[in-house]
C-alpha cells in the first residue's frame, strides 16, 4: 500500500513564497516520476509541474514556469515544489501524484497517468 502525504500549504500575501513537500511511503519512490497537480476553486485538476524517476529532466506547466521549481531527494522519498512569485491564480488545493510505471522514459502530465495521490493540501494567495 503506497501512502503519499501533503505538506507545507497555507495562506501567503501575492509575491510571496512557499515550499510544498509530498512524503512518499512506499518501496518504488526511487524508481517511478512524480509530479504536481492543482485544483483552483470550481474549476478542474490541472498539471503543474513533474519529474521523472532521475529527477534530471522536469516539465512545468506553462503558467507556472520560471516561478515553480520541483525536486526530489530519494534519500528521504520526499518531492518537493518550490513556489516562489506567488499570484492570486495559484490558488487551490495541491497534490502529489506518483507514477505507476518505474523508470518511464518519458514525462507525463495528465492525471490519468499518475496512479498514486496525496490527499492534498490548500494553497491560498491573497492580494
Known amino acids: 500500500q503506497v501512502e503519499l502525504v501533503e505538506s507545507g500549504g497555507g495562506l501567503v500575501q501575492a509575491g510571496g513564497s512557499l515550499r510544498l513537500s509530498c512524503a512518499f511511503d512506499g518501496s518504488t519512490f526511487s524508481s517511478i516520476a512524480m509530479a504536481w497537480f492543482r485544483q483552483p476553486p470550481g474549476k478542474e485538476r490541472e498539471f503543474v509541474a513533474a519529474?521523472?524517476?532521475?529527477?534530471?529532466?522536469?516539465q512545468y506547466a506553462a503558467s507556472v514556469e520560471g516561478r515553480f521549481t520541483i525536486s526530489r531527494d530519494n534519500a528521504k522519498n520526499t518531492v518537493y515544489l518550490q513556489m516562489n512569485s506567488l499570484k492570486s491564480d495559484d490558488t487551490a488545493v495541491y497534490f502529489c501524484a506518483g507514477d505507476s510505471r518505474a523508470y518511464r522514459a518519458v514525462i507525463l502530465t495528465t492525471t490519468s497517468s499518475y496512479k498514486y495521490w496525496g490527499q492534498g493540501t490548500q494553497v491560498t494567495v491573497s492580494e
Open positions: 519529474l521523472d524517476w532521475s529527477g534530471r529532466n522536469t
